[in-house]
């Protein structure tokens, strides 16, 4: 029987000791906490320095400013009780190599002025850069209110700032975060069995790796720790698995986690700073999300686009070995140097001139993709941050393998799968505009047969939101075109719009991909070239992420008619004369995705008031008329009927399980059908002309006297109606007539004695 106490942390406070049942790791909450604040006392030896030093320069989380201590001086930190410290850093002066610690002795003591013993001594310390804060172990089990750092190097040293720690360790757990907190809740479970790395990074082996155990804890010792300056903590995505939150630069929950927590200096782009970051490190994973892995078209009909290894671009070292070479943080990458482990190029597609493969960083530290006309085929790994080290200024920086100009790309998964390594495409579109071939992202060269249906699309991801946010997050445009290559006829050509997300929460690592497909008919057999191009209209946000090009078979079609329907739903039926116009403004029939709204089908109504539309899979579909002019991709918003125009209803048609061939007055109808081998027919629309009412005047002489009514008889109401009698105004005798609104001032309008409310119909006036 074993019995687990267990309290997580939060990001203000402390908490109890965590005891992990059957690990064999401790997680210790308060691991790497300070015991020095801004208020701790400090004394500094100043005797043959000529001057005074504050001795608070030394705890107070600022290494912009450091005390001095001559070649044999001491600094004294009085902690107020006494405390066991096992560990402590020290961070050197940021602009001054001349002066970094090299020699020194820790010591503790319960007096002031006497009785010190040495806890730790260093000697022949060097450092690998400047401004940085590096860790040591101490042997101590007793407990000093006193600790004094003396001197030792024979020359004058500067120390930026001193930390001393009550435990000396850095451990946490990995878990699935249901709820994106970074905060193991309730029922989400361990994942164990994860890698952890403890990972140098100027040293490409790791330091330490373990793997987490049954409760999805790890922890990395005092002597693992000893020595380090400039490390990252890092956890493997684990098969499906991914990291989703961690204790990274950003806010809860963090988008962009990408597996890393970087120890190594003062670095602003850590959040909270290095200093107030203690030694807990939880990473929290999700499996991923994304609708190509569960895509019910795969199975029914067969993508006849060329697919590597299960998907378009394929995947990379499915073991992870990449990971531990190539993830954020783990070495540094020299910018000006290409990095063939971070980019794939693609060589089962013929790539169009215009655009320029590209796996190298441009010197000054912009990224790839800087340029338009440039693409690279990457995975998860290569969206993520880098570390280029040492620039001259003591200080760390981090940067995008991608540009990093506005923030202009972040991490993602690809689209097949939604796993770490699954590759994908990320395009900066070229500013050529022409439609040939030449400009072409990728083509490819299938066999088509006459008079079949097919669904041409991609999945999609805007790479602008999360970093940029919403008023960069345009929709990117990518254009299309299926040329016959024996006949030069163009069987498809348009536009597919990738969408941006909505939210950050749903824009994250593995989210926020959106399928984007339209249909077409191949009216010969023979072979085919698709074609795809991307072009930039120099706005930020107008790159993407591309993955999973397909081009296969349609399922089910769905047609109908639309009527000039002059008498409504009178007689019970959607009839009339055929349009397929509305006051000259053309109608389009789209089909219309039910989850995203997004329109996945057009077709231009013809003269004889016909539509058709292939529904790219087998599943549930919205049919709606419109005269406004969308393209696949983009999302539907119902507009406001043309002026002078009304629905009168729809009919849902046949072998649809909305119905059979009912009628109602709903504009969007709702298509699947009842036999997957039929198609679904008779889906009509019905429209007719407003009829306009005139305005009457009735004058009244002296007065309005309470309960004496006024005649309106004198000034009978008028109108006219184009399909009634052909629009010439005439009285409304006979006619059925809907009173829109009613006097406000105190009277009362009535009809035969009757009181009339706003929105009543008198059938026969």
């Not at 070239?529 to 991307?534: A, D, E, H, I, S």
């Amino acid at each position: 029987m074993s019995l687990t106490l267990q309290q997580r942390f939060t990001r203000a406070g402390l908490c109890a000791l965590v005891l992990l049942a059957g690990s064999n790791y401790a997680a210790r909450a308060q691991s790497l906490q300070d015991a020095t604040s801004s208020g701790t006392s400090v004394t500094v030896d100043t005797s043959g320095l000529g001057t005074s030093i504050s001795g608070s320069n030394l705890v107070n989380n600022n290494p912009s400013n450091f005390i001095l201590l001559n070649s044999n001086g001491t600094a004294t930190i009085d902690l107020g009780s006494a405390q066991i410290i096992k560990g402590y850093s020290l961070t050197n002066d940021p602009a001054n190599a001349s002066f970094n610690p090299a020699s020194w002795t820790l010591q503790g003591s319960n007096t002031a002025g006497s009785g010190y013993v040495n806890l730790d001594s260093r000697t022949a310390n060097t450092w690998e850069m400047q401004g940085s804060r590096k860790f040591f172990a101490a042997t101590n089990s007793t407990a000093y209110r006193y600790y004094r750092l003396v001197n030792n190097g024979g020359i004058a040293m500067h120390i930026a700032e001193a930390e001393l720690f009550l435990d000396f360790s850095i451990s946490g757990s990995v878990f699935q975060d249901f709820n994106l907190n970074n905060i193991k809740d309730g029922a989400e479970p361990a994942v164990a069995g994860t890698k952890v790395w403890l990972k140098q990074l100027t040293v490409s082996t790791p330091i330490a790796t373990i793997l987490t155990d049954a409760n999805g804890a790890y922890q990395f010792t005092s002597a693992q720790l000893d020595g380090l300056e400039r490390f990252s903590v890092i956890v493997q995505p684990q098969g499906s698995l991914q990291p989703r939150t961690e204790k990274l630069a950003f806010a809860y929950p963090s988008t962009s986690a990408d597996g890393a927590y970087l120890f190594g200096n003062t670095s602003s782009l850590q959040v909270p700073s290095p200093y107030s970051q203690n030694g807990v490190l939880d990473f929290g994973f999700l499996p991923p999300k994304t609708s190509a892995a569960i895509d019910t078209a795969v199975t029914l009909n067969p993508n006849l686009l060329t697919n590597e290894f299960g998907g378009t671009f394929g995947t990379t070292d499915s073991m992870g070995n990449n990971f531990l070479l190539a993830h954020a943080n783990g070495h540094i990458y020299n910018l000006s140097a290409p990095h063939p482990e971070l980019y794939f190029p693609t060589t089962n597609y013929a790539w169009g001139t215009n655009y320029t493969f590209s796996n190298t960083h441009v010197s000054g530290g912009s990224g790839v993709l800087q340029n338009d006309g440039t693409y690279a085929i990457c995975d998860f790994l290569s969206s993520t941050y880098i570390e280029t080290g040492f620039n001259g200024d003591g200080k760390l920086y981090v940067k995008s393998p991608f540009s990093f100009y506005s923030w202009g790309w972040r991490y993602t998964t690809g689209a097949t799968t939604g796993a770490w390594n699954d590759r994908y495409m990320a395009i900066n579109g070229a500013s050529v505009q022409d439609t040939s071939t030449n400009s072409t992202i990728f083509t490819d060269t299938i066999t088509l047969s006459a008079n079949n249906n097919y669904s041409i699309g991609v999945y999609g991801k805007a790479a602008n939101k999360w970093q940029q946010g919403s008023q960069y997050a345009v929709p990117t445009k990518l254009k299309y075109f299926v040329r016959n290559l024996g006949t030069g006829d163009t069987a498809a050509i348009g536009y597919l719009v990738v969408q941006p997300t909505i939210g950050n929460q749903t824009d994250s690592v593995n989210l926020g991909w959106n399928k984007v497909t339209i249909s077409f008919n191949a009216a010969t057999s023979g072979t085919y070239g698709v074609y795809y191009l991307t072009t930039s209209s120099a706005q930020n946000g107008n790159d993407a992420y591309l993955d999973n090009f397909f081009l296969r078979k349609s399922s089910y079609m769905i047609s109908g008619t639309i009527y000039n329907d002059a008498n409504g739903l009178n007689n019970g039926l959607v009839d009339g004369t055929p349009i397929n116009n509305l006051s000259g403004a053309p109608l389009f029939a789209y089909l219309i995705d039910p989850v995203t709204n997004q329109v996945t089908g057009i077709s231009p109504v013809a003269a004889d008031g016909t539509f058709s539309l292939a529904a790219p899979e087998f599943k549930t579909y919205k049919v709606v008329t419109s005269t406004q002019v969308l393209n696949a991709g983009d999302v539907y918003n119902p507009a406001a009927s043309l002026a002078g125009w009304a629905t009168t209803g729809s009919n849902t048609g046949l072998n649809n399980t909305s119905g059979n061939n009912l009628t109602n007055t709903d504009m969007e109808v709702t298509v699947y059908p009842t036999n997957p081998t039929d198609d679904v027919t008779n889906v009509n629309f019905g429209y007719e002309r407003l009829p306009e009412s005139y305005d009457a005047t009735k004058t009244v002489t002296g007065p309005p006297v309470i309960g004496v009514p006024i005649t309106l008889s004198d000034v009978p109401m008028q109108g006219s109606d184009p399909e009634d009698n052909g629009g010439v105004q005439a009285p409304l005798s006979g006619k059925p007539v809907i009173v829109t609104a009613t006097p406000t001032n105190g009277f009362v309008l009535k009809y035969n004695g009757v009181t009339i409310n706003p929105g009543d119909t008198i059938p026969l006036y």
